[in-house]
């Protein structure tokens, strides 16, 4: 898989934001399955319960948004697919030492581009400034 999306594209997908056309759009053209793994589970079902939390949306629609993740992974727009962990703890620890303290890099940005690198990305989409930023310099091209 080349193309690797962080949580803050997929929420995108999954609840009405301000660029959420953007990343529809982007998915309307893809025509590959996006990799979907545990951390993005994890990371993904959490953002839209904070939501919740938030207020920006009720549990009826928490509800509706965990069915149309398990939906789209059933009709094959999401893969499930396993993160080589040990590979990818060690990409992000490269990376880290690499350019935390030029870049003030966060953990899950780390983890994010490593978990990317190990399942051999070419592509990261997200709409997270610092990430993109941080992405790129990796050599990873950013979209959407």
Do not use: C
């Amino acid at each position: 898989m080349k193309t690797y999306a962080d949580t803050s594209f997929l929420v995108r997908i999954y609840l009405t934001q301000s660029d959420s056309h953007k990343a529809l759009a982007f998915m309307r053209d893809f025509r590959d399955a996006l990799p979907f793994t545990p951390l993005h589970r994890h990371e993904l079902r959490n953002a839209i319960r904070l939501a919740v939390f938030r207020k920006q949306i009720d549990a009826a629609r928490r509800k509706a948004a965990f069915e149309d993740i398990e939906s789209d992974l059933a009709d094959g727009i999401l893969s499930h697919v396993p993160i080589p962990w040990t590979n990818a703890f060690r990409e992000s620890e490269q990376l880290g030492m690499a350019h935390t303290e030029d870049m003030g890099v966060r953990g899950i940005d780390l983890l994010h581009t490593g978990v990317a690198i190990a399942l051999g990305a070419k592509e990261f989409l997200t709409f997270d400034s610092r990430q993109a930023d941080f992405a790129k310099v990796t050599g990873l091209k950013v979209k959407p």
